[in-house]
């Protein structure tokens, strides 16, 4: 009897043993948990802080990259990869769709170039300019040459004309000289952008021919890409002080790089 009694006695006695052991254990469990979360915490706090401050660098540095060369640097990356994907893509997989992409940039072209001429006191008609430039794009592409010469001869007599009606109605009567140098400019516009950009239109429509418009607009890049760099590293560097001290390389390249921009997008 006793020894049955103290047999029975044992799971007593173990039992306050095994709970404090299993207290023990989900004790540390939890502390061990705790810290690893205020460790996971900290953690993460320092990377978003490391984040947040490469972020403001990066910005300062292309405020900075901005103020000194007059681009922003990503934007104009993110643009050009843009339009290279739908250059491209027209080019390569259906070539008439790159008279929709050629129309585009040669009307945006035109319209940017009368528009700055309009604020430099140069009155070129811009709606007519605009559907000129958009007009040569399917002759040329279409029907040659012979009619997009015909076209872009036929759009300057309109916008001639377009800007002579515009004297002769007007209230006010400019100078016979504001009004010459109005007709050479927008005689000048198409010139500059749409023939340019007919020349391009033709060359696509020739066999094999979009390749050598991926080549030329690879020149352009490459021009492109060496104006800004050399506005980046020569910017303050006079190209001929006694003859023009205001003028340094950095401006010069950075009017280079419009010129070759637009012909090349054209």
Not at 52 to 67: M, P
Not at 93 to 119: C, D, H, N, Q, T
Not at 249 to 262: C, I, T, Y
């Amino acid at each position: 009897m006793r020894r049955h009694d103290q047999g029975a006695e044992r799971p007593t006695t173990e039992e306050p043993a095994k709970r404090g052991l299993r207290h023990d254990l989900d004790a540390r469990a939890r502390a061990a948990r705790s810290d690893f979360d205020a460790r996971a915490r900290a953690a993460r706090s320092d990377f978003e802080a490391s984040i947040r401050q490469r972020r403001a660098d990066f910005d300062a540095r292309n405020e900075a990259l901005t103020a000194r060369t007059g681009r922003n640097l990503p934007a104009a990356i993110g643009i050009a990869l843009a339009f290279a994907v739908v250059m491209l893509g027209a080019l390569l997989i259906w070539k008439p769709a790159f008279m929709v992409v050629a129309a585009f940039l040669l009307g945006v072209g035109v319209y940017e170039l009368a528009s700055a001429m309009r604020f430099a006191g140069r009155d070129v008609p811009r709606i007519p300019s605009v559907a000129v430039a958009i007009a040569v794009v399917p002759a040329a592409f279409l029907f040659g040459q012979a009619a997009a010469l015909f076209t872009l001869l036929g759009g300057i007599v309109l916008i001639s004309a377009w800007r002579l009606v515009e004297v002769a109605t007007g209230r006010t009567k400019p100078p016979a000289g504001n009004v010459v140098r109005d007709l050479t400019n927008g005689l000048f516009v198409q010139a500059y952008i749409s023939l340019l950009g007919a020349c391009v239109v033709l060359l696509s429509a020739q066999r094999d021919g979009q390749f050598w418009v991926i080549a030329f607009i690879l020149v352009v890049v490459a021009v492109d890409t060496g104006a800004y760099a050399t506005r980046l590293n020569l910017g303050k560097h006079p190209m001929a002080p006694r003859i023009q001290p205001e003028e340094d390389v950095g401006r010069a390249s950075r009017g280079r790089s419009p010129r070759a921009s637009s012909s090349g997008s054209s």
